[in-house]
Nanobody, 121 residues
Framework: QVQLVESGGGLVQAGDSLRLSCAAS????????LGWFRQATGKEREFVAT????????YYADSVKGRFTISRDKAKNTSYLQMNSLKPEDTAVYYC??????????????WGQGTQVTVSS
């Protein structure tokens, strides 16, 4: 099974940018797509963005639309989440997961370990 490993998190100031990576190892990524989620302390995990691996089609949560961009590099078996104009409310642990279905709703499984993003005001 593919192992997903997130990286790129850190502490930034409001308005800054970060790029998260989700690297798939073990075999070539072959699922329908990949999704990014986040979970802030004391809150439920929420959907951020997803990309269909073959076509590159994307879908975003309203809260990040226009600020975040999801992409993938098939050759590197890696997905990226470019986050611009970060806000304190973007602070969370960010996770990637495989999307088994062709729709943006998933289902999602095989979660990575997460990477912390902290945005100070």
């Amino acid at each position: 099974q593919v192992q997903l490993v997130e990286s790129g998190g850190g502490l930034v100031q409001a308005g800054d940018s970060l790029r998260l990576s989700c690297a798939a190892s073990g075999r070539t990524f072959s699922s329908a797509g990949l999704g990014w989620f986040r979970q802030a302390t004391g809150k439920e995990r929420e959907f951020v963005a997803t990309i269909t691996w073959s076509s590159g089609a994307t879908y975003y949560a309203d809260s990040v639309k226009g600020r975040f961009t999801i992409s993938r590099d098939k050759a590197k078996n890696t997905s990226y989440l470019q986050m611009n104009s970060l806000k304190p409310e973007d602070t969370a642990v960010y996770y990637c997961a495989e999307r088994r279905g062709w729709g943006s709703l998933g289902p999602y499984d095989n979660w990575g370990q997460g990477t912390q993003v902290t945005v100070s005001s």
